[in-house]
């Protein structure tokens, strides 16, 4: 399989300067090669190429777009810059690699599926929760009958407070936590259960602690989806460690997700594991740089589709409304603008 030749939109921390950074991820695998990247802060942009030791960078996205060796870009921009850096991307010709959320508005999220259709080219929303190793397995048995018909979900995760410097903006551009880092796990849940419409959406908020954040801290949801299917979700921002607990619950049996094992069980036997693995908390990126490169290669539709990233864009839209008006609110939402 040839390299697919990439170009990178964004050269904050999570784009370039982390350990782990989606740059770097690129550059170490096997189905893709980087080769440009992109800031429309100059300064950032050259010193994101000396870190990458790459010769060529831009603060104009077009310039770097009309490179005929740019085959795709990988935008990783703040979040109001998503929908905008993505268009120009599929306008340009090019594959694209959008990173959650599509868009901060359903409206934004229809432009770029307008785009998407126009360009006829692949488009992939990347969250990496669904390519690890312990998400395909539990989509097997799920699929394969194990735990009997869905019932619940919960999924409940602590961390601490975003960090500041490349990524301050998260204080009080992000859209709040369903649209930073819970809108992963509304993603997961859309492709675990093929698809489910949601139907209802209940959530609360409080800014307990940090003041800098333009948005509550910790937060909780109730989504209703068809099958019927209710997920429970939650996170707050206040603990010194990262914590998740993730459960599936069916008719017969649950799925109890444990980084990198997979447990059966609870109803017609104690949970027993029926899956491990030893790859690192972090490798899903690379498994969804590897199935972005071959749906490209392909023809095939990406596992996260536009489609997916406008469905859970419009679940985190509801959610941040229910917590301003402590009510549920019923969906599908019409247009709204935040």
Not at 34 to 53: C, M, N
Not at 223 to 230: A, F, K, L, Q, R
Not at 295 to 308: A, I, N
């Given at each position: 399989?040839?390299?697919?030749?990439?170009?990178?939109?964004?050269?904050?921390?999570?784009?370039?300067?982390?350990?782990?950074?989606?740059?770097?991820?690129?550059?170490?695998?096997?189905?893709?090669?980087?080769?440009?990247?992109?800031?429309?802060?100059?300064?950032?942009?050259?010193?994101?190429?000396?870190?990458?030791?790459?010769?060529?960078?831009?603060?104009?996205?077009?310039?770097?777009?009309?490179?005929?060796?740019?085959?795709?870009a990988y935008v990783v921009t703040p979040n109001p810059m998503h929908a905008a850096n993505g268009i120009d991307v599929?306008?340009?010709?090019?594959?694209?690699?959008?990173?959650?959320?599509?868009?901060?508005?359903?409206?934004?999220?229809?432009?770029?599926?307008?785009?998407?259709?126009?360009?006829?080219?692949?488009?992939?929303?990347?969250?990496?929760?669904?390519?690890?190793?312990?998400?395909?397995?539990?989509?097997?048995?799920?699929?394969?009958?194990?735990?009997?018909?869905?019932?619940?979900?919960?999924?409940?995760?602590?961390?601490?407070?975003?960090?500041?410097?490349?990524?301050?903006?998260?204080?009080?551009?992000?859209?709040?936590?369903?649209?930073?880092?819970?809108?992963?796990?509304?993603?997961?849940?859309?492709?675990?259960?093929?698809?489910?419409?949601?139907?209802?959406?209940?959530?609360?908020?409080?800014?307990?602690?940090?003041?800098?954040y333009a948005y509550p801290d910790v937060v909780w949801a109730h989504v209703e989806m068809e099958g019927p299917i209710?997920?429970?979700?939650?996170?707050?921002?206040?603990?010194?460690?990262?914590?998740?607990?993730?459960?599936?619950?069916?008719?017969?049996?649950?799925?109890?997700?444990?980084?990198?094992?997979?447990?059966?069980?609870?109803?017609?036997?104690?949970?027993?594991?029926?899956?491990?693995?030893?790859?690192?908390?972090?490798?899903?990126?690379?498994?969804?740089?590897?199935?972005?490169?071959?749906?490209?290669?392909?023809?095939?539709?990406?596992?996260?589709?536009?489609?997916?990233?406008?469905?859970?864009?419009?679940?985190?839209?509801?959610?941040?409304?229910?917590?301003?008006?402590?009510?549920?609110?019923?969906?599908?939402?019409?247009?709204?603008?935040?």
């Amino acid at each position: 399989m040839a390299k697919l030749r990439m170009g990178l939109v964004g050269c904050g921390l999570r784009g370039v300067f982390d350990p782990q950074s989606v740059a770097k991820t690129i550059q170490g695998h096997d189905a893709a090669e980087l080769v440009a990247v992109a800031d429309s802060d100059p300064i950032r942009a050259r010193e994101a190429a000396e870190h990458l030791g790459l010769g060529d960078n831009y603060s104009d996205l077009a310039g770097m777009l009309r490179r005929a060796d740019v085959e795709a870009a990988y935008v990783v921009t703040p979040n109001p810059m998503h929908a905008a850096n993505g268009i120009d991307v599929l306008e340009a010709g090019k594959h694209l690699m959008l990173v959650k959320p599509m868009g901060m508005t359903l409206e934004e999220c229809d432009c770029v599926l307008a785009a998407h259709r126009r360009s006829g080219k692949t488009m992939m929303i990347d969250s990496q929760i669904p390519f690890g190793q312990v998400a395909r397995k539990a989509k097997d048995l799920i699929r394969a009958g194990a735990i009997g018909r869905p019932v619940t979900t919960w999924d409940v995760q602590g961390r601490g407070k975003y960090r500041s410097g490349l990524s301050e903006w998260r204080f009080g551009q992000a859209g709040g936590i369903f649209f930073e880092t819970l809108i992963h796990t509304l993603l997961f849940h859309r492709w675990l259960f093929d698809r489910p419409a949601a139907r209802q959406v209940w959530a609360w908020g409080e800014k307990t602690f940090f003041q800098e954040y333009a948005y509550p801290d910790v937060v909780w949801a109730h989504v209703e989806m068809e099958g019927p299917i209710s997920s429970v979700l939650g996170e707050n921002h206040l603990m010194d460690r990262f914590f998740s607990s993730r459960v599936v619950v069916g008719t017969q049996d649950s799925l109890y997700f444990e980084r990198s094992r997979l447990l059966l069980g609870g109803k017609t036997k104690p949970p027993e594991v029926v899956f491990e693995t030893d790859e690192g908390p972090r490798t899903g990126l690379a498994h969804s740089i590897r199935h972005f490169v071959e749906s490209v290669q392909s023809g095939r539709e990406p596992d996260l589709t536009g489609e997916d990233g406008r469905a859970a864009t419009e679940i985190a839209l509801a959610a941040n409304r229910a917590m301003e008006t402590g009510q549920p609110l019923a969906l599908p939402l019409v247009q709204v603008a935040r």
